[in-house]
């Protein structure tokens, strides 16, 4: 157990969500400390029937923490986490500033959760459209050994925070009503529309969302000559993402293999029957930890390919659950010593 830990970025939407696992899943600590910047400092937060006052993030504050659970922008990670680690913190990093340090851990727990051993007081939690996909990955990569992955995402506009949910919904009164709308989070309209673009230009036309997808799978299956080609799209939903996955194994795998290998696999749900209509989507995925799989089915123009979908909580799993997951996996390391 932990002795003092601290959820830093506490009352922002993936903070909320991180308290919430906390309670729901009875973490083991004996004390705990919330942080967020100077903005929210000095804000109340009731955690398990008692009230706590957020702290102000600076860097002596960090004494004394045994962990810290970080959901920041980029820029405020850059800063706090050697703050904390300097102090003797362990953090997890919610946040994409250090996924790609080399000496950094990118830990998806179903899928390489030896990946903490030796970590240097920071291991970093991956991309939200990243983690549903190796989680789905990985059982098809043990049995066949992936070599090709070709998705398409379709992404809630929680991905981009709350202004993003609040750019969907006044969108779509104002479109509707024939109104003007100043959005916020999204260059283009979000409502009625898709915006097949995620993060800034980065390299040969690929986005930065992108590029992500390509650079943290292959670290965290640590093989680079897993080929990915992704294509990221916004689109207008709330919450939960989805993807369309298009995968090229060594070895062949069946439809009827890959639904025995996605059923057996932790954190993965199987919802898959075209004839009645069931299939997952984002509306019923919503507030699930679980990353869902259905549309089984086999490449026609391949060999040896598997085509599937795949929908998951992207503030969930694709963030606070994955992070707080990690942390249950070093509790478990330090009771294993």
Not at 44 to 47: A, E, G, Q, R, V
């Given at each position: 157990m932990f002795e003092t830990i601290?959820?830093?970025?506490?009352?922002?939407?993936?903070?909320?969500?991180?308290?919430?696992?906390?309670?729901?899943?009875?973490?083991?600590?004996r004390n705990i400390r919330f942080l967020a910047s100077k903005r929210s400092a000095g804000t109340?937060?009731?955690?398990k029937g008692e009230d706590f006052l957020v702290e102000e993030m600076t860097p002596d504050v960090f004494e004394g923490i045994d962990l810290a659970i970080g959901s920041t922008p980029d820029e405020?990670?850059?800063?706090?986490?050697?703050?904390?680690?300097?102090?003797?913190?362990?953090?997890?990093?919610?946040?994409?500033?250090?996924?790609?340090?080399?000496?950094?851990?990118?830990?998806?727990p179903e899928v390489n959760p030896?990946?903490?051993?030796?970590?240097?007081?920071?291991?970093?939690?991956?991309?939200?459209?990243?983690?549903?996909?190796?989680?789905?990955?990985?059982?098809?990569?043990?049995?066949?050994?992936?070599?090709?992955?070709?998705?398409?995402?379709?992404?809630?506009?929680?991905?981009?925070?709350?202004?993003?949910?609040?750019?969907?919904?006044?969108?779509?009164?104002?479109?509707?009503?024939?109104?003007?709308?100043?959005?916020?989070?999204?260059k283009h309209p979000i409502a009625f529309n898709l915006v097949p673009q995620i993060g800034s230009p980065k390299h040969q036309g690929y986005t930065s969302e992108e590029?992500?997808?390509?650079?943290?799978?292959?670290?965290?299956?640590?093989?680079?000559?897993?080929?990915?080609?992704?294509?990221?799209?916004?689109?207008?939903?709330?919450?939960?993402?989805?993807?369309?996955?298009?995968?090229?194994?060594?070895?062949?795998?069946?439809?009827?293999?890959?639904?025995?290998?996605?059923?057996?696999?932790?954190?993965i749900k199987v919802v898959d029957d075209l004839d009645?209509?069931?299939?997952?989507?984002?509306?019923q995925c919503d507030g699930d930890d679980a990353v869902f799989v259905g549309r089984i089915r086999e490449d026609l123009s391949s060999d040896n390919g598997l085509a599937f979908w795949c929908v998951s909580d992207n503030l969930r799993k694709g963030a606070a659950t994955n992070a707080v997951q990690i942390a249950e996996l070093l509790v478990k390391s330090q009771a294993a010593v």
């Open positions: 601290a959820i830093v970025g506490a009352t922002g939407a993936v903070g909320r969500i991180i308290r919430q696992l906390l309670e729901e899943r009875e973490f083991p600590y109340s937060i009731t955690f405020t990670a850059k800063e706090f986490c050697p703050w904390a680690v300097e102090r003797g913190c362990v953090v997890v990093d919610e946040s994409g500033y250090w996924r790609m340090e080399p000496k950094v851990p990118l830990v998806v030896e990946a903490i051993e030796g970590h240097q007081g920071l291991i970093s939690s991956p991309n939200c459209s990243t983690t549903q996909m190796v989680v789905a990955m990985k059982p098809l990569h043990d049995f066949g050994r992936i070599r090709r992955v070709v998705v398409s995402t379709y992404q809630a506009t929680s991905g981009a925070g709350v202004k993003g949910q609040e750019d969907l919904k006044a969108g779509t009164r104002a479109f509707l009503a024939g109104e003007d709308y100043q959005y916020q989070a999204f590029m992500k997808m390509v650079h943290e799978t292959h670290k965290i299956f640590g093989d680079d000559s897993i080929r990915v080609c992704p294509t990221c799209i916004r689109v207008p939903v709330d919450n939960c993402h989805s993807e369309s996955i298009l995968v090229e194994t060594d070895k062949k795998i069946t439809v009827a293999q890959a639904r025995e290998l996605f059923a057996a696999t932790p954190g009645s209509g069931k299939y997952p989507m984002p509306a």
